[in-house]
Protein backbone atom coordinates (compact mmCIF):
# COMPACT_ATOMS: atom_id res chain seq x y z
CA UNK A 1 0.00 0.00 0.00
CA UNK A 2 1.64 3.25 -0.74
CA UNK A 3 0.54 6.60 0.57
CA UNK A 4 0.65 9.76 -2.05
CA UNK A 5 1.61 13.08 -1.47
CA UNK A 6 -1.62 14.45 -0.55
CA UNK A 7 -2.22 11.65 2.02
CA UNK A 8 1.21 12.17 3.59
CA UNK A 9 0.67 15.76 3.91
CA UNK A 10 -3.00 15.47 5.51
CA UNK A 11 -1.23 13.50 8.08
CA UNK A 12 1.95 15.66 8.59
CA UNK A 13 -0.56 18.28 8.97
CA UNK A 14 -2.61 16.25 11.43
CA UNK A 15 -0.18 15.29 13.53
CA UNK A 16 1.21 19.13 13.71
CA UNK A 17 -2.42 19.71 15.24
CA UNK A 18 -1.83 17.07 17.67
CA UNK A 19 0.73 18.10 18.91
CA UNK A 20 0.10 21.89 19.11
CA UNK A 21 -3.11 20.65 21.15
CA UNK A 22 -0.47 18.29 23.51
CA UNK A 23 1.72 21.11 24.09
CA UNK A 24 -0.83 23.84 24.73
CA UNK A 25 -3.05 20.91 27.62
CA UNK A 26 0.33 20.47 29.07
CA UNK A 27 1.31 24.53 29.40
CA UNK A 28 -2.25 24.85 30.58
CA UNK A 29 -1.96 22.02 33.52
CA UNK A 30 1.53 23.67 34.56
CA UNK A 31 -0.22 26.89 34.43
CA UNK A 32 -2.85 26.08 36.78
CA UNK A 33 -0.89 23.99 39.09
CA UNK A 34 1.55 26.57 39.71
CA UNK A 35 -1.20 28.92 40.39
CA UNK A 36 -0.97 30.85 37.39
CA UNK A 37 -3.99 31.23 36.45
CA UNK A 38 -3.68 33.91 33.97
CA UNK A 39 -2.74 30.94 32.00
CA UNK A 40 -6.30 30.16 31.44
CA UNK A 41 -5.49 32.56 28.37
CA UNK A 42 -3.20 30.11 26.46
CA UNK A 43 -0.79 31.15 23.54
CA UNK A 44 -0.67 28.81 21.25
CA UNK A 45 0.64 27.66 18.00
CA UNK A 46 -2.52 29.60 16.67
CA UNK A 47 -2.41 32.53 18.27
CA UNK A 48 -4.33 33.20 22.11
CA UNK A 49 -6.93 30.98 22.87
CA UNK A 50 -9.05 31.92 26.08
CA UNK A 51 -11.19 29.68 27.63
CA UNK A 52 -13.06 29.80 31.69
CA UNK A 53 -13.61 26.81 33.76
CA UNK A 54 -17.11 27.08 33.07
CA UNK A 55 -17.03 27.12 29.13
CA UNK A 56 -14.03 25.51 28.59
CA UNK A 57 -14.25 23.32 25.52
CA UNK A 58 -14.42 19.49 26.47
CA UNK A 59 -10.36 19.03 26.16
CA UNK A 60 -9.46 21.52 28.77
CA UNK A 61 -13.14 20.76 31.01
CA UNK A 62 -11.88 17.03 31.41
CA UNK A 63 -8.16 18.81 31.96
CA UNK A 64 -9.39 20.42 34.97
CA UNK A 65 -11.89 17.64 36.38
CA UNK A 66 -8.96 15.60 36.49
CA UNK A 67 -6.75 18.27 38.58
CA UNK A 68 -5.35 17.04 42.38
CA UNK A 69 -5.82 20.68 42.72
CA UNK A 70 -9.06 22.34 43.84
CA UNK A 71 -10.61 24.52 41.36
CA UNK A 72 -13.01 27.13 41.80
CA UNK A 73 -15.00 29.97 40.25
CA UNK A 74 -16.08 33.00 42.18
CA UNK A 75 -18.19 35.56 41.60
CA UNK A 76 -17.53 39.19 43.30
CA UNK A 77 -19.28 38.51 46.69
CA UNK A 78 -17.24 35.08 47.43
CA UNK A 79 -20.58 33.05 46.10
CA UNK A 80 -19.04 29.47 43.96
CA UNK A 81 -20.76 28.98 40.56
CA UNK A 82 -18.00 26.14 39.43
CA UNK A 83 -16.19 24.06 41.47
CA UNK A 84 -14.05 20.55 40.31
CA UNK A 85 -14.41 17.50 42.46
CA UNK A 86 -10.80 17.77 43.65
CA UNK A 87 -12.12 20.55 45.67
CA UNK A 88 -14.90 19.11 47.20
CA UNK A 89 -13.09 15.99 48.41
CA UNK A 90 -10.95 18.74 49.92
CA UNK A 91 -13.44 19.49 51.87
CA UNK A 92 -15.57 16.80 52.59
CA UNK A 93 -18.87 17.67 50.90
CA UNK A 94 -20.41 16.97 47.93
CA UNK A 95 -20.24 19.13 44.83
CA UNK A 96 -23.71 19.83 44.85
CA UNK A 97 -23.88 21.43 48.03
CA UNK A 98 -20.31 23.08 47.45
CA UNK A 99 -21.49 25.05 44.05
CA UNK A 100 -24.07 27.83 45.33
CA UNK A 101 -22.48 28.08 48.95
CA UNK A 102 -19.70 30.86 49.86
CA UNK A 103 -16.27 29.94 49.89
CA UNK A 104 -15.27 31.93 52.93
CA UNK A 105 -17.18 29.52 54.72
CA UNK A 106 -14.48 26.68 54.01
CA UNK A 107 -11.72 28.75 55.20
CA UNK A 108 -10.22 28.17 58.81
CA UNK A 109 -11.81 31.22 60.98
CA UNK A 110 -8.16 32.01 61.84
CA UNK A 111 -7.25 32.59 58.34
CA UNK A 112 -10.43 34.77 57.10
CA UNK A 113 -9.05 38.18 57.26
CA UNK A 114 -6.55 36.61 55.29
CA UNK A 115 -8.54 35.21 52.64
CA UNK A 116 -10.46 38.56 52.33
CA UNK A 117 -6.95 40.04 51.46
CA UNK A 118 -6.60 37.95 48.92
CA UNK A 119 -9.44 38.17 47.61
CA UNK A 120 -9.23 42.07 47.93
CA UNK A 121 -5.42 41.71 46.19
CA UNK A 122 -7.25 40.33 42.77
CA UNK A 123 -8.59 43.59 42.24
CA UNK A 124 -4.99 44.57 40.89
CA UNK A 125 -4.83 40.77 38.88
CA UNK A 126 -3.47 37.92 40.86
CA UNK A 127 -2.76 37.05 44.73
CA UNK A 128 -1.63 33.81 46.50
CA UNK A 129 -0.90 32.95 50.21
CA UNK A 130 -1.63 29.97 52.41
CA UNK A 131 -4.34 29.50 54.68
CA UNK A 132 -6.56 26.08 55.88
CA UNK A 133 -9.48 25.32 54.62
CA UNK A 134 -12.11 23.14 57.21
CA UNK A 135 -13.32 20.02 56.06
CA UNK A 136 -16.51 18.85 57.19
CA UNK A 137 -15.19 16.14 59.77
CA UNK A 138 -13.47 19.21 61.26
CA UNK A 139 -10.33 18.43 60.15
CA UNK A 140 -8.38 21.32 58.98
CA UNK A 141 -6.66 21.02 55.80
CA UNK A 142 -3.31 23.49 54.91
CA UNK A 143 -3.64 24.85 51.09
CA UNK A 144 -1.98 27.22 49.01
CA UNK A 145 -4.16 29.37 47.10
CA UNK A 146 -4.02 30.80 43.21
CA UNK A 147 -6.36 33.60 42.63
CA UNK A 148 -6.92 35.78 39.92
CA UNK A 149 -9.85 37.98 38.28
CA UNK A 150 -11.04 36.94 34.80
CA UNK A 151 -14.02 38.13 32.91
CA UNK A 152 -16.96 35.06 32.45
CA UNK A 153 -19.57 35.80 29.81
CA UNK A 154 -19.39 39.55 30.81
CA UNK A 155 -19.07 38.67 34.83
CA UNK A 156 -16.00 39.89 36.60
CA UNK A 157 -15.11 36.53 38.34
CA UNK A 158 -12.23 35.50 40.78
CA UNK A 159 -10.89 32.04 39.43
CA UNK A 160 -9.08 29.58 42.46
CA UNK A 161 -7.07 27.34 42.28
CA UNK A 162 -6.19 25.29 45.86
CA UNK A 163 -2.91 22.65 46.36
CA UNK A 164 -2.91 20.63 49.41
CA UNK A 165 -0.11 21.02 51.26
CA UNK A 166 -0.66 18.36 54.00
CA UNK A 167 1.49 15.71 52.88
CA UNK A 168 4.26 18.52 51.87
CA UNK A 169 4.30 19.89 54.94
CA UNK A 170 3.76 16.04 56.60
CA UNK A 171 6.78 15.37 54.94
CA UNK A 172 8.79 18.57 56.24
CA UNK A 173 7.89 17.00 59.65
CA UNK A 174 9.01 13.97 59.15
CA UNK A 175 12.11 15.63 57.41
CA UNK A 176 12.57 17.77 60.58
CA UNK A 177 12.00 14.79 62.90
CA UNK A 178 15.01 12.96 61.42
CA UNK A 179 17.38 15.74 60.88
CA UNK A 180 16.53 16.19 64.69
CA UNK A 181 17.28 12.68 65.89
CA UNK A 182 20.41 12.05 63.40
CA UNK A 183 21.99 14.99 64.92
CA UNK A 184 21.23 13.70 68.41
CA UNK A 185 22.31 10.34 67.69
CA UNK A 186 25.44 11.62 65.98
CA UNK A 187 26.29 13.51 68.74
CA UNK A 188 25.47 11.76 72.16
CA UNK A 189 27.96 11.61 74.76
CA UNK A 190 27.58 7.95 74.86
CA UNK A 191 27.56 5.20 72.54
CA UNK A 192 24.41 4.27 70.63
CA UNK A 193 24.06 1.42 68.30
CA UNK A 194 21.25 -0.51 66.30
CA UNK A 195 21.29 -4.12 66.51
CA UNK A 196 18.79 -6.28 64.43
CA UNK A 197 16.85 -9.51 65.73
CA UNK A 198 19.68 -12.08 65.17
CA UNK A 199 22.18 -9.00 67.27
CA UNK A 200 23.71 -7.35 64.78
CA UNK A 201 25.25 -3.66 64.16
CA UNK A 202 23.40 -1.92 61.62
CA UNK A 203 23.81 1.56 62.34
CA UNK A 204 26.49 2.72 65.12
CA UNK A 205 27.09 6.47 66.23
CA UNK A 206 30.56 7.94 66.60
CA UNK A 207 30.81 7.47 70.34
CA UNK A 208 30.57 3.85 70.17
CA UNK A 209 33.00 3.74 67.55
CA UNK A 210 35.12 5.43 69.77
CA UNK A 211 34.31 2.84 72.81
CA UNK A 212 34.94 0.02 70.82
CA UNK A 213 37.84 1.02 68.51
CA UNK A 214 36.31 -0.15 65.06
CA UNK A 215 35.07 2.61 62.63
CA UNK A 216 31.37 3.29 62.02
CA UNK A 217 31.69 1.31 58.75
CA UNK A 218 33.65 -1.65 59.97
CA UNK A 219 30.95 -2.38 62.55
CA UNK A 220 28.14 -2.56 60.29
CA UNK A 221 26.88 -6.35 59.99
CA UNK A 222 29.19 -6.79 62.93
CA UNK A 223 27.74 -9.58 65.70
CA UNK A 224 27.17 -7.60 68.65
CA UNK A 225 28.50 -10.70 70.95
CA UNK A 226 31.79 -10.08 68.84
CA UNK A 227 32.49 -7.08 70.74
CA UNK A 228 31.37 -8.61 74.62
CA UNK A 229 35.25 -9.89 76.11
CA UNK A 230 34.66 -13.67 76.21
CA UNK A 231 35.09 -14.32 79.76
CA UNK A 232 31.80 -12.06 80.19
CA UNK A 233 29.64 -13.87 77.42
CA UNK A 234 27.65 -16.32 79.41
CA UNK A 235 27.02 -14.12 82.72
CA UNK A 236 25.95 -11.45 79.88
CA UNK A 237 23.55 -14.47 77.54
CA UNK A 238 22.01 -14.87 80.89
CA UNK A 239 21.27 -11.34 81.53
CA UNK A 240 20.02 -11.03 77.78
CA UNK A 241 17.62 -14.26 78.16
CA UNK A 242 15.89 -13.01 81.16
CA UNK A 243 15.37 -10.17 79.33
CA UNK A 244 13.41 -11.70 76.41
CA UNK A 245 11.12 -14.06 78.78
CA UNK A 246 10.16 -10.33 79.69
CA UNK A 247 11.65 -10.61 83.63
CA UNK A 248 12.89 -7.51 83.23
CA UNK A 249 11.51 -4.80 80.74
CA UNK A 250 15.12 -3.61 79.20
CA UNK A 251 18.05 -5.46 78.90
CA UNK A 252 20.92 -3.91 81.17
CA UNK A 253 24.48 -5.25 81.69
CA UNK A 254 27.72 -4.06 82.85
CA UNK A 255 30.43 -6.25 81.17
CA UNK A 256 33.94 -5.68 79.02
CA UNK A 257 34.34 -4.59 75.27
CA UNK A 258 36.86 -6.65 73.56
CA UNK A 259 38.09 -3.54 71.25
CA UNK A 260 40.00 -3.71 68.09
CA UNK A 261 43.19 -2.92 69.48
CA UNK A 262 42.92 -6.02 72.04
CA UNK A 263 42.18 -4.03 74.98
CA UNK A 264 39.26 -4.09 77.32
CA UNK A 265 36.69 -1.25 78.45
CA UNK A 266 34.15 -1.66 80.85
CA UNK A 267 30.85 -0.39 79.64
CA UNK A 268 27.10 -0.34 81.16
CA UNK A 269 25.03 -1.44 78.52
CA UNK A 270 20.94 -0.34 77.99
CA UNK A 271 18.93 -1.59 75.52
CA UNK A 272 14.99 -1.48 74.36
CA UNK A 273 13.34 -3.55 71.90
CA UNK A 274 11.36 -1.69 69.21
CA UNK A 275 7.61 -4.49 67.61
CA UNK A 276 6.04 -4.49 64.59
CA UNK A 277 2.97 -3.95 64.21
CA UNK A 278 2.49 -7.82 65.00
CA UNK A 279 4.51 -7.96 67.59
CA UNK A 280 7.96 -9.33 66.12
CA UNK A 281 10.83 -7.37 67.19
CA UNK A 282 12.06 -4.90 64.21
CA UNK A 283 15.41 -3.97 65.84
CA UNK A 284 17.03 -2.91 69.62
CA UNK A 285 18.29 0.33 70.48
CA UNK A 286 21.62 0.43 72.86
CA UNK A 287 22.86 2.79 74.40
CA UNK A 288 26.34 2.41 75.79
CA UNK A 289 28.36 3.88 78.21
CA UNK A 290 32.13 3.42 78.74
CA UNK A 291 32.52 2.92 82.70
CA UNK A 292 36.02 1.98 82.53
CA UNK A 293 37.02 4.47 84.97
CA UNK A 294 34.49 3.80 87.33
CA UNK A 295 35.49 0.76 87.81
CA UNK A 296 38.92 1.51 88.11
CA UNK A 297 37.81 3.90 90.99
CA UNK A 298 35.84 0.88 92.75
CA UNK A 299 38.92 -1.56 92.23
CA UNK A 300 41.18 0.89 94.04
CA UNK A 301 39.10 1.33 96.38
CA UNK A 302 38.56 -2.36 97.31
CA UNK A 303 41.91 -2.57 97.75
CA UNK A 304 42.04 0.10 100.16
CA UNK A 305 39.58 -1.45 102.42
CA UNK A 306 41.73 -5.04 102.09
CA UNK A 307 44.90 -3.06 103.03
CA UNK A 308 43.08 -1.05 106.19
CA UNK A 309 41.68 -4.35 107.30
CA UNK A 310 45.04 -6.40 107.02
CA UNK A 311 46.89 -3.61 109.72
Known amino acids: ?19 AQLEESQETLRAIREGEVDALVISGPQGERVFTLQSAEQP ?8 REGAVMLVR ?12 DMVGRPLDQV ?11 TDQPLFDALLQQTHSGTSRGEVSLCAADGRLLPVYLGLSTIVVNGVLSICLVATDL ?11 SEEMHRVFFDLAAVGMAYVTPDQRIVKANEKYSEITGYTRAELLGMPVLDLTHPDDRETDHRQFERY ?8 TSEKRYLRKDGTARWVAVTARTVHEADGRPRYSIGI ?23 L
Open 1 to 19: MSITGDNSQALQRENEQLR
Open 60 to 67: YRLLIEQM
Open 77 to 88: EGAIHYANAAFA
Open 99 to 109: IGSVMRQYVAP
Open 166 to 176: AEQKRTQQVMA
Open 244 to 251: LRGQQPVY
Open 288 to 310: VEDITERKRQEEDLLRLNRTLRA
